[in-house]
């Protein structure tokens, strides 16, 4: 990954730009997230919620992104909620907080955050030494989670100053409350920073009495929502031609669109197993003539959405 500057560093290894399958679609979406980068880098930090069911491709449409923010010069932080129980509160941020300071802490940082340092302290206990930051303990008093994040705003918005942010964070979905409020929080503050935030959710798996419901309205409410959906048939049919190493007739990428509603997870697995199953031809013979009958009355079906179990 290019990068001007200093070297990107993430949370967790920022996603290379996968050689796995080539980018299709999506020009639009990647042209308001890449003019969202533009804009945070003359000072106006934009922050975007990517919603979209599993396969969809919100990972793969912010490794794109991550590849534009490394070329304009970002640092990049990547983060993602997991599912699992029992996660410590704000694990991810705290994750992404460790990233900015940098494995070293930066001292200027440090001393620049001052007061903020010792609400920062709540969340990266490592911090609570350095004598630059702290007043002596009996002074601290409790940090309330609005201090906190405060702080977490202060530190990105100062870390912006030496080199501009994009922070991603990944299925919040899997978020506790805590985390999806300080996403919501940094959505409002960044607003005159050069931090862009990203994050990701599948929509599909938060139903409207979930208890992460209102929050995340809360969250789309105060970002720019980009809802993925299917990608289209010319884009399934690069993706489907990839797959299976040569052209496919036209009316097999129709029809893997059709079955699929242009999930590219889908539409390359159902690509693997008709290749597996010696129906999807050969170069030569792309498709053999018994099958395509089939493909025909399947892909004149109205388009079937089907969700990974
Ligand atoms: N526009 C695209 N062009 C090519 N391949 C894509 C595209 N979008 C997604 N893919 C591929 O489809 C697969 C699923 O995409 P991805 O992992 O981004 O989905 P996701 O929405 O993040 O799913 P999940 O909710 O499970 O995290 C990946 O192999 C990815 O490389
Ligand atoms: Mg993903």
């Keep these: 990954m290019a990068s001007r500057g200093s070297p990107t560093r993430a949370a967790e290894p ?18 308001v997230l890449e003019d969202g980068l533009d804009e945070t880098l003359d000072g106006h930090g934009k922050s975007f919620l990517v919603a979209g069911e599993p396969g969809i491709g919100k990972t793969r449409t912010v490794e794109e992104l991550i590849h534009a923010a490394t070329e304009r010069g970002f640092a990049v932080h990547v983060s993602r909620c997991h599912e699992v129980q029992g996660a410590p509160a704000l694990w991810p941020w705290v ?33 609570a ?3 630059s930051v702290h007043e002596p303990a009996a002074e601290e008093g409790e940090a309330t989670l609005f201090e906190l994040f405060e702080a977490v ?27 999806l409020q300080l996403a919501r929080f940094l959505s409002r ?30 969250l789309a409410a105060d970002t720019h929502l980009l809802q993925l959906q299917g990608l289209d048939e010319a884009a399934i049919a690069s993706l489907v031609a990839h797959a299976a190493g040569f052209e496919v007739p036209d009316i097999l990428a129709a029809a893997v669109h059709a079955q699929t509603g242009g999930n590219p997870l889908f539409a390359t697995e159902v690509v693997r197993m008709l290749a597996q199953e010696g129906r ?14 089939r493909f025909h009355r399947r892909g004149s079906r109205s388009p079937r959405r089907r969700r990974l179990g």
């Design 95 to 127: 994750r992404l907080a460790r990233e900015i300071m940098g494995v070293g802490r930066d001292a200027n940082l440090l001393a620049e955050l001052g007061v903020e340092g010792r609400a920062l302290a709540r969340l990266l206990p490592e911090m």
């Design 129 to 131: 030494s350095p004598a």
């Design 14 to 31: 920022a996603p290379t730009r996968s050689a796995r399958t080539p980018f299709v679609g999506r020009r639009e979406i990647l042209s």
């Design 153 to 179: 705003a202060n530190l990105l918005r100062r870390a912006s100053r030496a080199m501009p942010r994009l922070v991603v964070l990944e299925d919040v979905h899997w978020a506790e409350l805590a985390s």
């Design 280 to 293: 999807l031809g050969t170069p030569n013979e792309p498709m053999p003539e018994a099958m395509r009958s």
């Design 189 to 218: 503050e960044i607003r005159e920073d050069r931090v862009a935030l990203v994050t990701t959710v599948r929509d599909t798996e938060v139903g409207t009495r979930d208890r992460l419901a209102a929050p995340l309205a809360d």
